[in-house]
């Protein structure tokens, strides 16, 4: 089993910054993917952006230019650099780990840590 634990979240005014970080524990199999989904009240979860356990980043039109996914392997680690933070960006902000191996993938998600941005 995997856990994930979240942190970074918080109040900043739009036009601010803030890093979200989660940290893995568990059996992280060699290609896994970790991202970041958010969701706002009302609305249904999307993703943010994810990156592989080799790169390729894949952001949302939504947040792309503004937004950085990074993640330390050795740490077991995924973080999310957030910039020119705008209202829409309110939300929940949820980890997610998928495992992938032979054919199979397996999500593993974490509690959420909100970030609320003031207009």
């Known amino acids: 089993q995997v856990q994930l634990v979240e942190s970074g979240g918080g109040l900043v005014q739009a036009g601010g910054s803030l890093r979200l970080s989660c940290a893995a524990s568990?059996?992280?199999?060699?290609?896994?993917?970790m991202g970041w989904y958010r969701q706002a009240p009302g609305k249904q979860r999307e993703l943010v952006a994810t990156i592989s356990s080799v790169g390729s980043p894949v952001y949302a039109d939504s947040v792309k230019g503004r937004f950085t996914i990074s993640r330390d392997n050795a740490k077991n680690t995924v973080y999310l650099q957030m910039s020119s933070l705008k209202a829409d960006d309110t939300a929940a902000y949820y980890c997610n780990v998928r495992n992938i191996v032979f054919g199979r993938r397996d999500d593993y998600w974490g509690q959420g840590t909100q970030v609320t941005v003031s207009s």
């Open positions: 568990g059996r992280l199999f060699g290609l896994n993917v």
